[in-house]
Structure formats: C-alpha cells, structure tokens
C-alpha cells in the first residue's frame, strides 16, 4: 500500500504514513464511524450525569427529611418517587444484610451461610411487601376520599422510611465494628418506627384531602393497614425464617455425611 497523500511505500495495514504523517485508508475514520463513537461517547456522559445528578438529589432529600420527616411527608409530591424508591430499596437491602452478616460472625466460619438466600431472597420480598403495604394505603387513601395516585403515596411512604433506614444503616456500621448493644437497639428502633411509619403514613395522606370531613375516619384505615401488615409479616417471616433455618440446618448437617 501507498500513502495517499506523498505516495510512500508503506506496510499493509499501516494507520499513518511514515513520511508526511498523513492518516491512510486503514486509520481513517469514517463521519458514520465518528457519529457513532461520539454518540456512544455522549450517551455515556449523560448516565454518568444522570446518575451523579439523582444522587445529589437523593443526598438533599435524605438530609432534609432527616430533620423532620413527619412534614417533609406532607410536603413531598410525586416527583419525589424516585428518592422514595431508593429508601425502600437500602433498608430492603440493609435489613437481610444485617442478618447474614450477624449470622456469619455467630457462626465465626463453622457454618456456611448462603448469601442469596439470606440475603438477595429477602431483598425481593422486602420490596413485594413494600409495594403491597403502599398499595394498601392507596386504598385506605380512597376510602378517606383522599386523592392522590400510587406514586404519590409512595414518596410519602418513602419519605417516612428515611428515619429508619438511617438507623438500621447507623446499626450495621456499629454491627461491623462488634459493637453489639448499640447495634441491636438502633435495629430494634429502626424496626420499630418502620411500625410507626404505616400510623404516620395514614395522618399524612390525610392531610391531603380537600374536605378532611369527608371518607373514613383516619383512626379505621390505621386499623386497616396494621391488620394487613400483621398477616404478611407472619406470611413473609417464616418464609424468611423457614428458608434460612433450612439452608443453616443443610450446611451443618452436610459438613458431616
């Protein structure tokens, strides 16, 4: 092959003429070709601006909450879905964390523990369970002739779990660090206001209606909410329990036959 530019002899497949420096067919870019890689190329700036941006928002979001979450719920719209999405996805996360993590330094490496199922199984569940329970406050949003759509109810749902996905955070920190006490009581807090949450939730969505005089009375759809939470938590924890007993009963039996 020749440079096209000065006509030097050149080696096939050469990218650059030796001589003058002028690019040959074999190094030249196509537009098509530099269309596409700017494309690509843009296309990822944006994810990694998109993701840098909803992670700021998220941090001003959580931060603000913090400080009073119970107005903050009542002033979140439904554009604020996104961070109350998050929310429910780290303490799903954090929750069967904890306890595999616990499990692991209980059982100081006589026993295997399975990670996806003491941990990813429960994240699934955690977020089936989160879905129905703001299902259910849709509906007792209904019955209080409260307008607002799912996604709504969601950030104000989202909005409440902030406190205690910050505490189960602040307890699996202390938890890696073996300071057990404080760890178990920032879980059972956490756990705890995750209960006040759904009370919380109902006088929040109320706050929203145009008539407050008007659907049920936000003491019957409190009622309503807890009754349901109490059956799906029996239902989903043995399951969560059952499945890991099983699994915990295998490794140790397994180590011996």
Request: glycine share 8%.
């Amino acid at each position: 092959m020749h440079c096209p530019q000065c006509g030097t002899k050149l080696e096939e497949g050469s990218k650059f003429c030796v001589n003058c420096g002028a690019a040959t067919q074999a190094g030249a870019t196509t537009p098509n070709q530099a269309a596409t890689t700017e494309t690509g190329a843009g296309n990822s700036n944006e994810y990694v601006e998109k993701g840098k941006e909803i992670s700021k928002n998220y941090l001003n979001f959580f931060l603000g909450v913090l400080k009073r979450p119970f107005t903050a719920s009542q002033n979140v719209t439904e554009g604020d879905k996104v961070n109350g999405i998050i929310t429910l996805v780290l303490f799903s996360l954090l929750v069967p964390l904890y306890t595999y993590t616990l499990a692991n330094k209980l059982s100081a490496g006589y026993i295997e523990i399975p990670f996806f199922d003491t941990v990813f199984k429960p994240l699934f569940i955690f977020l089936l369970f989160f879905a129905v329970i703001i299902g259910i406050h849709f509906g007792v949003a209904k019955l209080m002739s409260v307008e607002l759509s799912y996604l709504h109810v969601l950030a104000i749902y989202g909005a409440l779990m902030v406190l205690p996905t910050a505490l189960i955070l602040v307890s699996y920190l202390f938890l890696l660090l073996s300071i057990n006490l404080f760890s178990s009581l920032l879980l059972a807090a956490g756990l705890g206001l995750m209960s006040l949450g759904n009370i919380a939730a109902i006088f929040s969505i109320k706050s929203f209606a145009k008539d407050p005089k008007l659907g049920i009375d936000p003491m019957y759809g409190i009622i309503i909410v807890n009754v349901v939470v109490v059956i799906i938590l029996l239902i989903i924890g043995d399951s969560i329990i059952g499945s890991l007993v099983d699994q915990i009963e295998r490794s140790l039996f397994g180590s011996f036959f």
